[in-house]
DNA sequence: CGTTCCCTTGAGATCCGTCAATATTAGTGG
DNA sequence: CCACTAATATTGACGGATCTCAAGGGAACG
C-alpha cells in the first residue's frame, strides 16, 4: 500500500489543509488501506458483531441504521462522499448496521491502527476528532428534527441537509442533486411512515417548494424551503484544533 | 492542582481500571483542573458561544439541548454523576447549551489541553475515545426511542436508561431512584408535550409498571417495563479498546 | 397566606398511521 | 420491442395517537 493512497485519503474536505510532518506520514502510512467496491443493497457492517473496519466513502450512498426487535429500523445517517464511518467502539459488539444503498466505493482501513495513529500524530489526532465532532452534531441535529418538527419541516430539512452535504463533493448545487432514496428509507430515517412521505413530498411540490422525482431532487423554492424547515448548515461545518500546544 | 485531585477525577467508571505510566501522569497532570459548584438551573455553556471547558461530573443533574428559533426546545441528554460532557468542537460556536437541573458538581479542564493529552497519552486517549463513542451510543438510541417508539415506550425507555446509568453511580437500583425531572424536562427530551407526558406516566402507573411522583421513580414491574421498551442497555456499556499496538 | 411552579384532567381538533386498492416505474427475459 | 414481474409510488377512507386550549388543584416557598 504505497503512498499515492494514503494522499488521495487526504483529499476529503477535513484532511485539507493540514500540515503533516514526517512523523505524521509514518503514522498514517502504518493504517493499512484497501480499496473496495460494494453492490448495490449490500450489508457491510452488521449489528451484534465484532468489526474492526473504519471506512472512508469515496463514492455512491449508503445508510447507518438500528434494527428494534420488531423488525421497523431506525436510520441514523446517510453516508455520503467524503464521510468516515466505523470510528466506533472495538472489542465489543457493533450497535449499528451499515449497509450501501448505491454502488458503493470505499476506503477500508482498520479501525484498530487509526485509531493508535491518533497517539502518534497529532493532525491525526485533530482530523479525527473533526469527524466524529461533525458526527455527533449531525445525530443531535437529526434528534432536533424527530423530536420537534412537524413532518412536512422534517422532510424538508433532511432533502436540504443531504443537498449541502452533497455540495461539498460537488454532487449538488442551488438546482437539487440526484437521491437514490427510496421514500421507505425517507420514512425509515425520518420516523414517518412511506405513505406519508408520499404526502408531505406531494405538499413539498404543490407548495412550489421542491420536487422529489425520478431519484432526482429538485429545489424549486429553497429560500422557501430554508424557512420552513428552520434550516441552518452550521452543525455541518468540520471545526478545526488550533494550537493545541 | 496536585494529584490527588486528578486522582480522583480517575475514580469515574471509564477510567477505572487504567494503567498509567509516569508519562501518563505528565500528560494528565498538564490539564488544569478546577472543582465548581452550580446552582440549581444555571446556564453554564450557551449555544452559539465559544467555549474550551470541559466537565466531568461529580453529583447532580444537568441537561445538554439545543435551542430552536420558535423557542421550543430539544433535550439531547441529561448529564449524570459520572458522565463527561464538552469533548465538542473548539474554535467554533458550541452547537449545544448546558445547563444545570439540581445543584452541580463539576470538575472543569481545558478542553483544548484535554484534547492535547491525548496525543501524549494513549490510555488517555483511549479513555476519550470510550466516553465518546458511549455518547454517541446514547444519542443513537434516543434517535431509536423518537423515531420508532410509542409515546408509552418512550417515556418507559427514558427512566430506564436513567435508572441505568444512575445505579453506575449507586444512586439507583431496581426499586428505584430520586429524578429532580419535571414533566417538561421529561417532554422536551421525548418530543412531546408536558401534557401528554402526565398521561403517559398515569397509564405507567395504573398498569403497575411504574411511578414517579414527587421527584421519586419507583419500578412496579421492572420486567415488564423492559419489555414494554424494548430496553437493551448494551449501549449505554464503556467498551475498552486494547491492544492498539 | 399568597404566589409561583408544577401537576392533573377534559373536550375537541389535527396530524399521522393503518388498511386497501391502483398506478407507475424499473428490471428481466423473450 | 413486448410481456411479465417486482419494486416503488400514489391516492382515499378511516381510526387512533398526540396536540391544543382551557380550567382547576396541589405543593413549595417566601
Request: aromatic share 4%.
Given at each position: 500500500m504505497g503512498l499515492n493512497t494514503n494522499t488521495s485519503v487526504l483529499?476529503?474536505?477535513f484532511f485539507r489543509g493540514l500540515k503533516l510532518h514526517s512523523s505524521d506520514h509514518e503514522a498514517l502510512s502504518s493504517v493499512r488501506l484497501a480499496e473496495r467496491r460494494y453492490a448495490p443493497h449490500t450489508g457491510i457492517t452488521h449489528q451484534g458483531m465484532t468489526d474492526e473496519r473504519a471506512f472512508i466513502i469515496q463514492s455512491g450512498w449508503g445508510c447507518v441504521y438500528k434494527d428494534l426487535p420488531d423488525g421497523e429500523r431506525?436510520?441514523?445517517?446517510?453516508?455520503?462522499?467524503?464521510?468516515v464511518i466505523g470510528i466506533h467502539p472495538m472489542g465489543g459488539e457493533a450497535q449499528h448496521a451499515f449497509v450501501s444503498i448505491t454502488e458503493l466505493h470505499v476506503i477500508e482501513a482498520n479501525a484498530r491502527a487509526v485509531v493508535a495513529a491518533m497517539t502518534r500524530s497529532q493532525p491525526m489526532a485533530q482530523a479525527l476528532l473533526s469527524i466524529a465532532w461533525r458526527q455527533n452534531n449531525i445525530m443531535a441535529e437529526h434528534l432536533v428534527n424527530l423530536g420537534r418538527r412537524s413532518a412536512l419541516?422534517?422532510?424538508?430539512h433532511l432533502l436540504l441537509e443531504?443537498?449541502?452535504r452533497l455540495k461539498v463533493a460537488g454532487q449538488a448545487d442551488n438546482q437539487g442533486y440526484d437521491c437514490p432514496l427510496t421514500q421507505y428509507d425517507l420514512a425509515d430515517a425520518l420516523g414517518?411512515?412511506?405513505i406519508h412521505i408520499n404526502r408531505m413530498l406531494r405538499e413539498l411540490r404543490e407548495y412550489g417548494l421542491l420536487s422529489l422525482r425520478r431519484n432526482r431532487v429538485e429545489f424549486l423554492d429553497y429560500a422557501g424551503l430554508v424557512e420552513l424547515a428552520q434550516f441552518d448548515g452550521k452543525y455541518l461545518e468540520y471545526w478545526e484544533l488550533k494550537d493545541l500546544g
Open positions: 483529499s476529503g474536505p431506525q436510520v441514523l445517517d446517510f453516508v455520503l462522499a467524503g464521510d419541516a422534517r422532510t424538508a443531504l443537498g449541502e414517518l411512515t412511506a
